[in-house]
């Protein structure tokens, strides 16, 4: 099964999480082979960290838990609050299999997250609208798509909204997706997130 998370970090935690760093690193290698994606959120000025987000392959709801809870930073108090939802990998890959296929024709774009959080029992809705929103985003914007899929229960019977890894000229540019898409259209969100974001993990060895 597959989970997003989102964890806040409390406002003036940055040099905690930096102190962190190798602790968190160490942690998740024992997810290598699960994760999908993964990656901090930033603030405007491009460097201090906002958030992290991971998308990762887990058994069950009671190893979700874990990932989320036993993580150092969570442990010591970097976040402020942990979003944990069901996820559904739509294009049936990793962030890093994007990077292989598109990244040479993506310069000068910038990556974002974008969480959009469903209203309440819009489930039947969405499902009217669904085969709309994937031709939506599968027509016309395919090359941007790092990774997207549905936020689910944890039943995985309730759709609660959409979670989606981009590359965009800019932040308008994500915008104006998702003002176009249509459960947005729909009224299906009650809010939406776009969150500047990059890729995440251990540093490569020089």
Do not use: K
């Not at 930096?18 to 930033?42: S, V």
């Not at 460097?47 to 990762?56: F, L, P, R, Y």
């Not at 039947?124 to 027509?139: I, P, Q, V, Y």
């Amino acid at each position: 099964m597959e989970y997003f998370f989102y964890c806040r970090d409390r406002p003036g935690s940055m040099p905690l999480r930096w102190e962190l760093n190798e602790a968190h690193w160490a942690f998740m290698d024992r997810y290598a082979e699960q994760m999908i994606a993964r990656g901090p959120t930033l603030a405007a000025d491009g460097e201090t960290a906002t958030g992290s987000m991971h998308i990762v392959d887990l058994p069950d709801a009671a190893a979700a838990h874990g990932f989320a809870f036993d993580e150092p930073n969570y442990r010591a108090g970097v976040y402020a609050d942990v979003l944990i939802r069901r996820w559904q990998n739509t294009l049936g890959r990793t962030m890093w299999q994007y990077e292989s296929a598109y990244a040479s024709g993506q310069a000068g774009h910038r990556r974002f997250l974008i969480i959009a959080h469903g209203v309440p029992g819009a489930t039947a809705a969405r499902d009217a609208l669904e085969a709309e929103h994937h031709r939506h985003l599968d027509r016309d914007h395919r090359e941007h798509l790092i990774a997207y899929g549905p936020l689910l229960s944890q039943d995985g019977t309730d759709w609660l909204g959409t979670a989606l890894l981009v590359e965009l000229p800019d932040r308008e540019a994500a915008e104006t997706m998702m003002a176009a898409e249509p459960y947005a259209r729909g009224g299906l969100y009650r809010s939406v997130e776009i969150h500047d974001w990059r890729f995440g993990g251990r540093p490569a060895a020089e």
